[in-house]
Every structure is written in structure tokens, then in C-alpha cells.
């Protein structure tokens, strides 16, 4: 094997440090695991039954690219009656990954610039990379919130997309009406491509969930089942938006992940009549927990929504603190996964009581432990 046969691009393109985390999670005995972005709730019965009833009915092979239909005319409806364009079309992705990739290379030529959230979520810039575009950093320090101002400096000629996500991965910051109007009408303004990741919206906890989408008809809107239902490892999502645009991420679609998966399609059916709201409580509830034991030791912008805190190291850098906690059997992941800063650190309460409470005290341990 010769290693100039691997493709150039790949030197630009990090192993996920969250990965790593998961799999040195698998290695140690018992850990207090607040790494990752796995809902700890169990995909809801209904949703089970449904894709059971697919497989044995023999529900198995290929789907239309764009989806089956009885799913696409439920997700339309949901859409349609949400913004009411006209022209906002659909189409099933396998997973809200599968998504991003088929929406950021259909849209992003080399050479473009894409203008993301500093800290943001880790694929961002990969994909980015992938496609041949160039990643332009908006810092949102200390809060996290989006300043329109800063956006439009970082806009050239060569801006191509603004990648938005509320409620924000790693941050749980979900923004504002008036933030998401001034990018969606500074999208429109100067002509670029605005691209809202909303996988989290069913976690608002402060406020309403509002879109781009609501001041910007050409935005195109990136959602999946994956954090609402629990359904991580099912891989479905769907992307709308303008009709000429979906057009062009089918034919892509179509040459890569062909369909999302014909059983768990049916299962979207059944999942789109669950109510999720007992879910968003939960994490509400476990969020406050975490932020009320916490909030006189360590700095926690956002958490306004998904399942996520971004605090601040309260001593060292980001990494340093990590280390530390991981050698205590607290699993955590340092802030450089996700920003070009190394002073937070990303902790998920998607996890149980007993892991939550032992994670507090693990945490409380750790703000004591100035020097090692």
C-alpha cells in the first residue's frame, strides 16, 4: 500500500474526536459517560412496531429516491403548514448527515466560501473541506449568540452559504427571532445560500423554536427523526426547500445513498404521531439539575435548548481540564473538537439520573484541581 494513493484532501480531514472519546468509553469499566449526543430514552413502541410490521411484510427493498410517499405527504403537510411557500418541496435523506452531505455538495463549488458559528458542529468543515469549499469562522464567544454585524464583515465575494444550527451542537444556545431575521434577511440581501441544520428544534426550552425559513422562503432547511424519536442509528432525515434546489439533491442523492431505508421510513410514518414533549421535559428538567449544582463554579453560556452544556474550563485549557476528568472516569470532550478555542468543554445530559448525579460530583471535584 502506498499512501499517495489516498486523496489529498483527507490530510485536511481530522478522525472525530467525539469517536475517540466513544471508543475509549468502551474500554473502561464503568465510566461516567456525559460525551455523547445519544438520547438515553428508547425509540418509542409505536415507532418499533412499525418498522417490525415493514420488515415481516417484506418491505425491504429499494424506495423512490425522494422517499416513500405516504412519509413525504405527511412530512409536505407538516411543512406546508408551518411556512406556507409555495415552492418548498422534500426530500427523505438517510439520516440528517446524509443530509448536510448531499446538500453541501450539491450547493458548494471549490473555491467558496461558507461562513459557519464558531463553536459549531464538528461536520461542518469537513464537509466543507469534502466539497472543496473553504470554512469561514463567525466567533460567537462569550454567549454564543449571533451577531448579524460580524456576519456581514465576514462576507467577500466568494461567500457562497451561511450554515446555521439552533438549537446549537455543542452549545445547546438557541437563537433568537431577531438573530435568525437579520441572517435570513442578510441571506437575501447579498444572494447566498442559507442552510439551517434543525435536528434539535423539538428542545427549545426558553422560548419559541423559530427557522430562517420564516423570513427567508429560499432557505433550506436540514431535520431529521435521529434526537426527537430517539432514533439515532436508524439514519432518516429529510431536507426542504426550494423545488429547483431538492431537484438537484435527488439526482445526487440517487448516485450516492440511493434511499433511506425502507423500513424505518415506515417508521417515520408512526413516529410523526408520537408526542415527544415527556422527552423535552426530561432533558429540561435534567438540564436545570446540572446548571443549579454547577452555575457558582463553572461559566454556562447558552443551554437554552438541544441536550448539551459548553461551560467554560475553570482552570487550564479545555484539553488539559478533559484530561483530567478522564482520568477521574468522567468522559467529557474538550472544546477544540468543536471551535478554534480551547477553553470550554462539551458535556451531554442525555444520560441517567445516577450517571448526571455522579457527573456533578465528579465536576465539582474538578473545580478544586487548579494544578496537576
Not at 193 to 208: I, T
Not at 318 to 336: T, Y
Not at 341 to 367: C, K, M, N, P, V
Amino acid at each position: 500500500m502506498n499512501d499517495a494513493w489516498i486523496a489529498e484532501r483527507m490530510s485536511r480531514i481530522d478522525a472525530s474526536g467525539i469517536r475517540k472519546v466513544f471508543e475509549l468509553a468502551a474500554q473502561m469499566k464503568d465510566p461516567v459517560d456525559l460525551s455523547i449526543g445519544q438520547p438515553d430514552f428508547d425509540v418509542p413502541e409505536p415507532v418499533k412496531d412499525a418498522a417490525i410490521a415493514a420488515i415481516r411484510s417484506g418491505q425491504n427493498g429499494y424506495t423512490p429516491t425522494q422517499g416513500i410517499p405516504e412519509l413525504r405527504e405527511k412530512l409536505q403537510a407538516e411543512v406546508n403548514g408551518r411556512y406556507g411557500h409555495a415552492d418548498r418541496q422534500l426530500i427523505v435523506t438517510s439520516g440528517t448527515s446524509g443530509g448536510l452531505v448531499v446538500a453541501i455538495l450539491t450547493l458548494v463549488n471549490p473555491g467558496d466560501e461558507v461562513i459557519v458559528f464558531d463553536p459549531y458542529f464538528v461536520m461542518y468543515k469537513h464537509l466543507v473541506t469534502l466539497a472543496g469549499g473553504t470554512t469561514v469562522f463567525v466567533d460567537t464567544y462569550p454567549d454564543f449568540r449571533i451577531d448579524v454585524a460580524k456576519v456581514r464583515a465576514a462576507i467577500t465575494p466568494r461567500t457562497k452559504m451561511m450554515l446555521v444550527n439552533s438549537p446549537g451542537n455543542p452549545t445547546g444556545a438557541v437563537a433568537t427571532a431577531a438573530e435568525l431575521r437579520g441572517l435570513a434577511e442578510l441571506a437575501r440581501e447579498r444572494d447566498i445560500v442559507l442552510v439551517s441544520d434543525e435536528v434539535y428544534r423539538s428542545f427549545c426550552f426558553e422560548s419559541e423554536f423559530h427557522s430562517p425559513a420564516e423570513w427567508n422562503a429560499d432557505t433550506i432547511v436540514v431535520d431529521g427523526f435521529s434526537k426527537a424519536y430517539s432514533m439515532t442509528g436508524w439514519r432518516l432525515g429529510y431536507i426542504h426547500g426550494p423545488a429547483r434546489i431538492i431537484q438537484e439533491i435527488g439526482k445526487l442523492q440517487q448516485f450516492t445513498f440511493v434511499c433511506a431505508p425502507h423500513p424505518v421510513q415506515r417508521a417515520g410514518v408512526a413516529a410523526l404521531d408520537v408526542d415527544t414533549g415527556e422527552f423535552a421535559a426530561a432533558y429540561r428538567g435534567r438540564r436545570d439539575r446540572i446548571v443549579e449544582a454547577l452555575r457558582d463554579k463553572y461559566e454556562i453560556p447558552g443551554a437554552q435548548g438541544a441536550f448539551y452544556l459548553f461551560p467554560r474550563a475553570p482552570w487550564g485549557s479545555g484539553s488539559e481540564f478533559v484530561q483530567e476528568a478522564i482520568r477521574r472516569g468522567l468522559l467529557i470532550i474538550p472544546g477544540n473538537v468543536f471551535s478554534r478555542s480551547d477553553t470550554h468543554f462539551r458535556l451531554s445530559y442525555a444520560a441517567s439520573e445516577r450517571t448526571i448525579d455522579r457527573g456533578i460530583e465528579l465536576l465539582d471535584q474538578l473545580t478544586h484541581k487548579k494544578h496537576l
